[in-house]
């Protein structure tokens, strides 16, 4: 494939996908039940990423010598607090994307 082909081929992909993407989701065909779902799986995720950094630091503090620990403190302070921020934030910027592609389509 020549140079010129493969311009050619993205000006063809680009003007294909007139929405536009956003982190690489397009915004053409966006939809509630996606946005919703996006939310919710990154608030999932930062429960599991923090929870296993919170246990794995009170494993740290344990093995070091000090005294036993409740292993209930990364779920209840760590992980559920930050996934409910993640969801804060998450929630209406999918919403704010599925908003503007919905009713804002050119």
């Known amino acids: ?9 993205l000006t063809q992909n680009s003007s294909a996908q007139k929405g536009g993407t956003v982190f690489g989701f397009p915004l053409k065909g966006f939809g ?3 946005s919703l779902l996006l939310s919710v799986a990154s608030a ?3 429960f599991c990423i923090t929870t296993m950094v919170a246990i794995f630091a009170l494993l740290g503090w344990r093995l ?3 005294p036993d620990v409740d ?3 990364p779920y209840r302070l760590v992980g559920f ?8 934030i998450a929630l209406p910027f999918f919403l ?10 050119k």
Request: net charge positive; hydrophobic share 60%; no cysteine.
């Open 1 to 9: 494939m020549t140079a010129m082909q493969s311009a050619q081929h």
């Open 32 to 34: 509630l039940f996606s």
């Open 44 to 46: 999932l995720f930062t």
């Open 64 to 66: 070091a010598g000090h």
């Open 71 to 73: 292993f209930t403190i």
């Open 81 to 88: 607090p930050a996934s409910i921020i993640v969801l804060a």
């Open 96 to 105: 704010a994307l599925w908003i503007r592609a919905k009713f804002f389509q």
